[in-house]
């Protein structure tokens, strides 16, 4: 695979075979006494239709059943991966499932890097960066994650600054050195900033959010850098990265296959795709 066309943030990966034997799994309930059925624990969002859309058919035709279950949040997931309801889920960042771990006394872990649809700044009004003018109103997210990020965005466009020795992942409103055009800039549910951009000079969208919402992809005019810790990953509890499933999992994930579906998926450069060695 050409890395230069799936390593860009405009833009998300050989086959080796795959056993399907695994040793038994616990006596936890609901649990695959052969081996060969994956249980996925779905959230709304991008990445678990991916992986229903480019990895479900890869695991299938190496001999496994995957069953899913849906969550109506990403905790609901998390929770039930550590209690060993479900196998696995592939809706968070290395970030999120720290904090997890930290705040639940949980030990979940991550297999891979996944494809991951970085958060943006869009408008409907505008087409360049430099029609920032006075005074123009900007949609941030309200939530701290997603609140730092888009200030990054802002700092990347060149429309504010921040004092020296801000920390990038928790930034607020109280670290803005310079905002030369005294640009209004609005904190907002994030689930409200797609339907508020006609009533918005700009607004930053985070990646699951301008994919669930349908935005077009036309109106994003500068993406994040996305660091490490905020790319996505498919996650297990860490007694069970080693089993063949999840290696499987993971090699479904670099496989020539899932790059040339992705590469179909991702003509209009939509998805980040992590470099695999």
């Known amino acids: 695979m050409a890395h230069s066309v799936f390593r860009t943030l405009g833009a998300l990966i050989g086959a080796a075979a795959l056993t399907v034997s695994l040793v038994a799994c616990s006596s936890e309930s609901g649990s695959d006494q052969d081996g060969t059925t994956i249980r996925v624990g779905t959230s709304p969002g991008p990445y678990s239709e991916l992986f229903k859309d480019g990895i479900d058919p890869i695991l299938t035709k190496e001999g496994y059943t995957i069953e899913y279950t849906n969550f109506s949040d990403l905790q609901q997931a998390d929770v039930a991966v550590d209690e060993g309801s479900v196998d696995l889920n592939v809706d968070q960042h290395t970030a999120y499932m720290n904090v997890f771990n930290r705040e639940r006394g949980t030990h979940l872990a991550s297999l891979v890097e996944i494809p991951t649809v970085p958060a943006s700044l869009y408008s409907e009004k505008h087409r360049s960066l430099d029609d920032v003018a006075d005074g123009q109103s900007v949609g941030i997210p309200m939530d701290a994650s997603n609140k730092s990020r888009?200030?990054?965005?802002?700092?990347?466009?060149?429309?504010?600054?921040?004092?020296?020795?801000?920390?990038?992942?928790?930034?607020?409103?109280?670290?803005?050195?310079?905002?030369?055009?005294?640009?209004?800039?609005k904190p907002m549910d994030s689930a409200t900033i797609p339907r508020s951009l006609p009533d918005l000079d700009w607004g930053v969208?985070?990646?699951?959010?301008?994919?669930?919402?349908?935005?077009?992809?036309?109106?994003?005019?500068?993406?994040?850098?996305?660091?490490?810790?905020?790319?996505l990953v498919a996650v297990t509890r860490e007694d069970k990265t080693d089993t063949d499933w999840a290696k499987a999992v993971t090699e479904a994930y670099k496989s020539d296959e899932f790059a040339s579906f992705l590469d179909k998926e991702n003509s209009n450069g939509y998805w980040f795709v992590p470099e695999y060695k």
């Open 205 to 231: 969208i985070p990646g699951s959010i301008s994919y669930s919402s349908k935005v077009d992809p036309e109106l994003s005019l500068l993406q994040e850098d996305l660091r490490d810790e905020l790319i």
């Open 150 to 185: 888009a200030y990054n965005i802002l700092v990347k466009a060149g429309w504010i600054t921040l004092k020296q020795g801000t920390d990038p992942v928790q930034i607020t409103e109280n670290d803005i050195e310079s905002n030369p055009h005294n640009l209004d800039i």
